[in-house]
């Protein structure tokens, strides 16, 4: 029995019939995709115990056939799962090592499963009923992180800090409201994802290798049992284009955007020049020679992984872009980037969750800087605009003059006196004072979605009712 599965001779093979010399070894290896498409192996018995069913409801093949042919592929998931199949290079992929184990089990009846079907339709079902439990499983770690998001600024809708434009001080803002921020995209990032599974969520089985069969089969059974929306419409279409795999990693590209971001602002606000937020101590690393170092590893990868999720988008549009009609064995070459982005995906999130949640903004620090940024400087200019009708343009030289003075003195935009602010405004009166006052110009900010504690107090309800519920 191993004897005939690993003989190279090709006319043992499943396709060797027409051949008459052996396959190059190193083509051999070259060929094989076993060692990454195992990873299909529950999918693939899946798609086949269903494509079985159907040819015994057809009458394509015996009752008796399919309950065999059934039995011997649940018996074969078992040994897969208990790491007793020991998968052959030579067998090329998880199709043909499933199917040829089947025949070891059970003889000929298991050469009748593959009728009216190809591994084109094959693996394409395969991949998408894999994606499509993949998907949700990323769908849900990153709720997961948008629950530990929403906890963290429920905790500091209040906590004041700057809000950079440039990377420069630009106007006070919540830190709970800059978390909500990425409330926002990730659940748009969720949304994204939803989406793709939908759209994907049609059954190639039954395609055949590219135009179809004459055997008399039900497609809209086979569907309907692996939990399709529906048949996919063209046979052609199906066996060659992988335009749903470009879509999720696409999605999971603008994940790791998100990620990445998130995570740079954290390497920055965790450094000694911003000294905003302490980094949990279990996602750092140490230095091999500088003792006093704590680095933020764990963030610098997460942005370090974004390229690498992209380096698999590009990889995979290159493949695509010049297959002619319809399938390539090109394709085998969809497997690797999937992969690889579910699992990097996969772990970022989760990475990130575990370092927002115990992450500890430095209340006093964030004030120091904000105070060092003349960040209402936006709010004196509305005062001159609004209480002294100035228009717009002389109020922003004006306070323009003053924060120069600010500078100059080396002092905040709180700490002006009066009398200095009246030798530009002569008409100013002590309201001024109070609009120079971070708490209330941050608490003016009032508008849809702006970043008054109040408002990021209701943007938190609102929150969790529109990404938590279930
Ligand atoms: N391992 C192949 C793949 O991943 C399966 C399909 C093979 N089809 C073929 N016509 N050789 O694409």
Redesign the pocket.
């Known amino acids: 029995m191993k004897k005939n599965r690993y003989k190279s001779n090709d006319s043992n093979k499943v396709w060797g019939g027409r051949f008459k010399s052996s396959t190059n070894r190193l083509m051999e290896e070259f060929n094989s995709?076993i060692e990454f498409?195992k990873n299909l192996y529950i999918e693939d018995i899946e798609g086949s115990v269903v494509h079985s069913e159907m040819l015994a409801r057809q009458k394509i093949i015996s009752k008796r056939d399919y309950q065999l042919i059934k039995t011997g592929l649940n018996k074969i998931k078992k040994e897969i799962d208990n790491k007793k199949l020991i998968f052959s290079s030579k067998l090329?992929?998880v199709?043909m090592n499933i199917e040829n184990r089947l025949i070891e089990l059970i003889g000929d009846t298991g050469k009748k499963l593959h009728t009216a079907r190809?591994?084109?339709d094959q693996?394409a079902t395969d991949i998408k009923l894999w994606l499509r439990k993949k998907i949700d499983d990323v769908e849900l770690n990153i709720k997961s992180f948008q629950a530990i998001l929403i906890k963290k600024a429920e905790h500091h809708y209040d906590l004041l800090m700057p809000g950079y434009t440039h990377l420069q001080v630009a106007q006070p803002v919540t830190f709970g409201h800059y978390l909500l921020s990425y409330v926002e995209m990730f659940g748009r990032d969720r949304g994204r994802l939803i989406d793709c599974k939908e759209r994907m969520n049609e059954s190639p089985l039954g395609t055949a290798?590219l135009g179809g069969t004459s055997y008399p089969i039900d497609r809209n059974f086979v569907a309907k049992k692996l939990g399709f929306s529906k048949p996919t419409s063209n046979s052609m279409d199906s066996v060659s284009d992988r335009d749903f795999v470009v879509e999720f990693i696409s999605c999971s590209s603008l994940i790791s955007i998100h990620l990445s971001r998130l995570a740079e602002d954290l390497v920055l606000w965790s450094s000694d020049g911003f000294n905003f937020v302490k980094f949990p101590e279990s996602f750092t690393t140490g230095s091999s020679i500088m003792p006093q170092k704590k680095n933020p590893d764990s963030a610098e990868l997460i942005r370090g992984k974004s390229g690498r999720i992209f380096g698999n988008l590009i990889s995979l549009m290159t493949t695509l872009k010049g297959l002619p009609m319809t399938?390539g064995?090109d394709?085998?070459e969809?497997?690797e980037p999937l992969f690889d982005t579910v699992s990097t995906i996969q772990t970022c999130v989760k990475i990130m969750s575990g370092i927002i949640q115990d992450l500890e903004p430095q209340r006093k620090n964030m004030l120091d800087a904000l105070q060092k940024g003349f960040p209402t400087a936006t709010d004196l200019a509305d005062y001159l605009v609004t209480d002294l009708n100035i228009p717009f343009r002389n109020a922003h030289q004006i306070t323009g003059k003053i924060v120069l003075l600010a500078e100059k003195k080396g002092s905040t935009l709180e700490n002006i006196s009066l009398e200095e602010l009246r030798s530009f405004i002569p008409n100013a009166d002590k309201k001024i004072l109070e609009v120079l006052k971070t708490e209330n110009s941050i608490a003016k900010k009032t508008s849809y979605g702006g970043t008054a504690p109040q408002n990021v107090k209701k943007a938190i309800i609102k929150a969790k009712k529109t990404y938590l519920k279930d």
Do not use: P
Request: hydrophobic share 20%; glycine share 0%.
């Open positions: 995709s498409d090329e992929d199709h190809s591994r084109n693996v290798a399938y064995k394709l085998q969809d497997k």
